[in-house]
């Protein structure tokens, strides 16, 4: 055997290394997407709740909330009588007697040179005022900007909210017969179609009964009045309270 002989490449050798890559880099590859699926991904964000909670002063009365206005009376303005106006006699005025007429004749113009008053001297123009555009300046209201006016339409929705829970709100016999009463401040979300969802109560009466009488209140009488658009929310979370007095119930 020869040197050449003896230092030629096994192809078998060969064979194996070039198998040994390959199955080296699919592990290589394995253990990546393992790791990539192993990863967890954040979870999104949560929209931030708009909460809003009214107190017991400011929950409207129904029946003041479906009271008509007042008629106000008709101002009736007084007729004056038309009252025709006192005939004066005026005594006729005497004609006034022609005057003599004088002839005179006529006298020749006498020619008077009438010096000519020179031109006066051209005046230059005034330069022109630069035109100035006067722009009106209207209140600019930016989305999610203190409006006074967009607050003022989201605290008559939320009263109306309120109302509407407060005219289907029943006592019920068991609490009334027991001379039970008191607040109960429920917490709710409802969506833009009027839909509600996570009602759970935020404070309690100090009676059961009429602390579930409120939680089931909620839910029944769903779907509410739609969020209007002003408030520009997907959902809003409100706290309102409902109130069982024997006084006025």
């Not at 400011?58 to 009376?73: E, I, L």
């Not at 038309?82 to 004088?102: N, T, Y």
């Not at 005022?129 to 339409?153: E, F, Y």
């Not at 109306?160 to 001379?179: C, D, F, H, M, W």
């Amino acid at each position: 055997m020869t040197a050449a002989a003896s230092i030629a490449p096994n192809p078998e050798l060969r064979l194996w290394s070039g198998a040994g890559a390959v199955a080296l880099g699919a592990h290589v590859a394995a253990l990546g997407l393992v790791l990539a699926w192993a990863v967890p991904k954040a979870p999104p964000l949560p929209e931030p709740v708009m909460e809003i909670e009214l107190p017991p002063a400011m929950a409207p009365n129904p029946a003041a909330a479906d009271a008509p206005a007042p008629v106000q009376p008709q101002q009736v303005q007084p007729v004056t009588p038309d009252v025709p106006a006192p005939r004066m006699d005026i005594p006729p005025v005497a004609a006034p007697l022609p005057r003599e007429v004088v002839a005179v004749s006529p006298s020749r113009p006498q020619a008077v040179a009438v010096q000519a008053a020179p031109a006066p001297a051209p005046v230059p123009a005034a330069p022109a005022a630069p035109a100035i555009r006067a722009v009106a300046a209207g209140p600019t209201v930016s989305p999610g900007s203190d409006d006074p006016r967009a607050k003022q339409r989201e605290m008559d929705y939320f009263a109306q909210v309120s109302a509407y829970l407060n005219r289907r709100k029943t006592y019920p016999a068991e609490a009334k017969k027991a001379r039970e009463q008191g607040v109960v401040t429920v917490r709710f979300t409802l969506d833009r179609q009027g839909g509600v969802s996570a009602v759970a109560l935020k404070r309690g009466s100090g009676h059961d009964v009429l602390d579930q009488a409120t939680l089931d209140l909620v839910r029944r009488v769903a779907p509410y009045p739609r969020i209007p658009a002003s408030i520009q929310r997907e959902n809003v979370t409100l706290s309102l309270p409902i109130d069982y007095s024997l006084r006025t119930d």
